[in-house]
């Protein structure tokens, strides 16, 4: 089922019992599809909200702020970059390039599941680098806060936000939200709503607004 109005995409969000489909269990360590089933996206209940601790524990120690200015720094950069170069720095990695070159790899297929040997492979290094929640931090910010820059440029972020953001469609099992036609009617739906919203809102817009700010 479609959802465009904002009122019935708010009691959906709102719904802790709705959640995406779930991953199939069982998939080899250090997979893209293994490492899918370990992440709070994909689950549900007394696991969502553990791995969802887990993420909102990192999230706290990157301060907005130091990354609006880390971002600005890299105005040169193209914005599929730069959200992993930013966070990684944040979180004390030290080969950056290695590590956006990974998490490009591996990010092409978190949100389908469409794996190949190479997003594989990314993953089987990730996990030896990276603590799960701080994988899903990248990757969850990877695509989607490059899609936002690139949209961005030259344009009010707010505006962007609402009529043109990088995530058009949240899905719930039986269920997707048409957000740009929700956001028309009600509050803005980019960064989710309720149980599921999107802990790092801050950090995505600090982000945006430092490598905007040219």
Do not use: K
Not at 68 to 96: M, N, S, T
Not at 113 to 142: C, F, K, N, S
Not at 200 to 213: D, F, K, N, V
């Amino acid at each position: 089922m479609l959802i465009t109005r904002n009122s019935e995409a708010l009691a959906v969000l709102s719904d802790p019992l709705r959640a995406p489909a779930p991953v199939e269990a069982g998939a080899p360590r250090g997979t893209l599809a293994w490492l899918r089933g370990q992440v709070s996206r994909f689950a549900s209940g007394a696991a969502h909200a553990e791995r969802r601790a887990a993420v909102t524990a990192v999230l706290d120690r990157l301060d907005p702020h130091v990354l609006r200015q880390a971002a600005a720094r890299l105005r040169h950069e193209p914005p599929e970059r730069v959200a992993v170069l930013v966070l990684g720095a944040a979180l004390g990695v030290e080969d950056l390039e290695t590590l956006a070159g990974q998490v490009a790899a591996a990010a092409r297929g978190y949100l389908s599941g469409e794996a190949d040997a190479e997003a594989d492979a990314a993953v089987a290094e990730l996990i030896g680098r990276l603590p799960i929640a701080e994988l899903t931090v990248l990757l969850q910010a990877h695509a989607a806060t490059g899609a936002l820059l690139a949209a961005a440029a030259g344009r009010d972020l707010d505006e962007v936000l609402r009529d043109d953001p990088p995530v058009r469609v949240l899905r719930r099992e039986g269920v997707e939200i048409d957000v740009p036609a929700a956001n028309q009617d009600g509050p803005c739906l980019t960064f989710g709503y309720g149980p599921r919203a999107c802990p790092g809102q801050p950090h995505a817009r600090a982000i945006a607004e430092g490598w905007l700010s040219r």
